[in-house]
């Protein structure tokens, strides 16, 4: 069984970055997606990383902003957020698609429990 555990969150300013991690415990020979959830708003897909790292897609509202890389080696998937916005202020989640391209997290399990970003104005 594979289980996620993010880390990394916390507040910044407008312009500031930050990154994120989800350490996986179990297989780790998939790709890999990071979704967020702000207060009151659906959940909402951010970026998705192949087992090899050497592909990856992303949503149009961090596009050109946030890259996700991954560390085999170390079980590790990373999400870094540079440019931060205050309307990317929610909770960030790691998941596992049941397949490539996927965008909805109806598509996504295991969840990991999450980790808050805020960035200030």
């Known amino acids: 069984q594979v289980q996620l555990v993010e880390s990394g969150g916390g507040s910044v300013q407008a312009g500031g970055a930050l990154r994120l991690s989800c350490a996986v415990s179990?297989?780790?020979?998939?790709?890999m997606g990071w979704f967020r959830q702000a207060p009151g708003k659906e959940r909402e897909f951010v970026a998705a990383i192949s087992w090899s790292g050497d592909s990856d897609y992303y949503g149009d509202s961090v596009k050109g902003r946030f890259t996700a890389t991954r560390d085999n080696a170390k079980g590790t998937l990373y999400l870094y957020m540079h440019n931060l916005k205050p309307e990317d202020t929610a909770v960030y989640y790691c998941a596992v698609p049941n397949r490539w391209g996927a965008r909805s997290q109806e598509e996504y399990a295991p969840w990991g429990q999450g980790t808050q970003v805020t960035v200030s104005s």
């Open positions: 179990g297989r780790f020979n998939h790709p």
